[in-house]
């Protein structure tokens, strides 16, 4: 684990997706991005879905954000998105920390996209009847614009919610909305971000670490992996790419000013990255996880 001030810190890979390449390139042609993403006969390319675990000892906090696609498939659309989930990855983790599910204090939902947040409820029983959650005392932090957002999504991005994945949180009473990055209550040495060219009210959390370390940034979809750093090479799933495109170039030159890890939510090889700037161009410098 990397250890950020009080934080230790991993990303875990809950699994495997394939999305198609098109689409997570946007405009970018695709005799341009095959090359760093060669994809499969069906024109999918393969991405990791990663679930960030964090531990603050002082604070006893345990937190995770985001956790992958769950294990609530049907056969038919498990193939179509060519779904793998690694059952247990997050109980696994955990327990090598000597936790449990039920150890968990905080879970940040970064937006309610199948891929980042089927892995928070469980069937109940029957598959397709009721669900449960799956770190029942854990309080679930999203901002309340996306909350709202995800119950009435557009035409053009309801394909990407799963109103199962989620219905369990308001009956449960473990919804902790974000109004406000700047909002008093939260998580101990964690600020938030906001962002909202991927979808409404992206939640990023950033971990501090303090004096003399640095900061570890969760990017979300913002830049879903290292092969998005080009500021313009925004997913065609993006609702308002342009919007995306500003917040990158916003997010780069934070960077390049702070010098805050990054970790990403689908890189298939990189979790933890430190970025090097060429003028202001990002790419890899170190991989710490
Ligand atoms: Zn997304």
Same mark, same amino acid.
């Given at each position: 684990m990397l250890q950020v001030g009080p934080w230790r810190i991993q990303s875990v890979v809950t699994g495997h997706v394939r999305l198609d390449g098109g689409a997570m390139f946007g405009v970018v042609p695709r005799v341009v991005w095959e090359r760093l993403t060669p994809p499969d006969e069906k024109h999918r390319i393969l991405l990791a879905t990663r679930t960030l675990l964090a531990v603050h000892d002082r604070a006893q906090r345990v937190v995770l954000v985001d956790t992958g %696609?769950?294990?609530?498939?049907e056969p038919a659309l498990a193939e179509r998105y060519g779904v793998e989930p690694i059952p247990a990855a997050i109980e696994a983790a955990l327990a090598r920390l000597?936790?449990?599910?039920? #150890?968990?204090t905080d879970l940040v939902? %970064?937006?309610?996209?199948f891929d980042h947040c089927g892995g928070m409820t469980e069937w109940e029983?029957?598959?397709g009847g009721a669900t449960r959650l799956r770190f029942p005392k854990a309080r679930h932090w999203i901002t309340r614009r996306h909350w709202d957002h995800a119950r009435a999504p557009t035409l053009r991005d309801r394909?990407?919610?799963?109103p199962h994945d989620f219905a369990a949180l308001e009956p449960a009473g473990v919804l902790a909305f974000?109004? #406000?990055?700047?909002?008093?209550?939260?998580?101990?040495?964690v600020n938030w971000q906001i962002s909202s060219g991927? %979808?409404?009210g992206q939640l990023l959390p950033r971990f501090n670490g303090g004096s003399g370390e640095r900061d570890v940034l969760f990017v979300g979809d913002l830049?879903?992996? %290292?092969?998005?750093?080009?500021?313009?090479?925004?997913?065609?799933?993006?609702?308002v790419p342009l919007t995306t495109l500003a917040e990158r170039v916003a997010l780069w030159k934070q960077c390049r000013e702070d010098d805050f890890l990054v970790t990403f939510p689908h890189d298939p090889q990189h979790g933890i990255v430190r970025l090097a700037f060429e003028q202001d161009r990002p790419q890899i410098g170190e991989v710490l996880g």
């Open positions: %696609t769950g294990h609530k498939w000597d936790l449990g599910p039920d #150890d968990v939902v %970064t937006h309610l996209h029983a029957a598959p394909a990407s919610f799963f974000v109004d #406000d990055p700047h909002q008093a209550e939260g998580i101990p040495d991927h %979808t409404p830049v879903p992996t %290292t092969a998005h750093l080009p500021p313009a090479w925004v997913m065609a799933y993006d609702l």
